[in-house]
């Protein structure tokens, strides 16, 4: 089973809505980063999170980190088709600071 | 923000030879690489783990002799998929950090290398 689950797979929106994605863990996320790429090219990354409430913004696009740090979300507020692509949410499952573990990836199309 | 630059972003190669892809941080010491594989609509699967000057990490799973990894120094790592087949045609993305510092560092990523064995 997938350890880091993200929701939804993938999301269709019109220009100018907003969007939420999710990524859910059974496990602490000790450390949550937030990525896009495009298909078939390398991560960009958008945003770190690491306490428990945080909340990080950049430009259009919020995240935040639950107070239990089991659950975050990405937000999208009025979306444009520069948006679209695959979002990746990668975390420290083990609190050791070694390695990411990536959920299943939410696969965002922004229509005119 | 700190570059990880990936060579080469496309090889194709004949079953059974032997592909090395290189991964260099550009303007910070990388203490820690990690080579991920993806799959068609999928997600990361992370490979293994390498520090350098010393073996890598590998996941359960993962055919060590078969994927070789070399961190020779703080800038590069290198993986050779050695015999390559069929099977192990794919995107393979590197992702390069500064880990003395723990989590607070951005872990950047390379453009990836899409391999095809023919």
């Known amino acids: 089973s997938q350890e880091l689950e993200q929701s939804p797979q993938s999301l269709i929106v019109q220009e100018g809505k907003n969007l939420t994605i999710n990524c859910t863990s059974s496990?602490?996320?000790?450390?949550l980063y937030w990525y896009k790429q495009k298909y078939g090219e390398g991560l960009i990354f958008l945003m770190m999170?690491?306490?428990?409430?945080e909340e990080k913004s950049h430009e259009k696009i919020t995240a935040k980190l639950d107070e239990k740090k089991q659950q975050s979300s990405l937000h999208i507020t009025a979306s444009q088709p520069s948006h679209a692509g695959i979002y990746l949410c990668g975390a420290d499952l083990t609190g050791t600071a070694s390695k990411l573990t990536f959920g299943t990836g939410t696969r965002l199309q922004v229509t005119l | 923000g700190a570059v990880v630059s990936q060579h080469p972003s496309r090889v194709i190669c004949k079953s059974g030879t032997s592909v090395k892809i290189e991964c260099r941080s550009l303007?910070?010491?990388?203490?820690?690489m990690f080579w991920y594989r993806q799959f068609p609509k999928k997600s990361l699967m992370l490979m293994a783990t390498s520090n350098e000057g010393s073996k890598a990490t590998y996941e359960q799973g993962v055919e060590k002799d078969k994927f070789l990894i070399n961190h020779a120094s703080l800038t590069l790592s290198t993986l050779t998929v050695t015999s390559a087949h069929p099977e192990d045609s794919s995107f393979y993305i590197c992702?390069?950090?500064?880990?003395?510092?723990?989590?607070?560092?951005?872990?950047?990523f390379g453009q990836g290398t899409r391999l095809t064995v023919v």
């Open positions: 303007d910070f010491q990388a203490t820690t």
């Open positions: 999170l690491q306490k428990g409430g």
């Open positions: 496990k602490t996320l000790y450390g």
């Open positions: 992702s390069a950090r500064d880990t003395t510092g723990g989590w607070g560092t951005e872990a950047f």
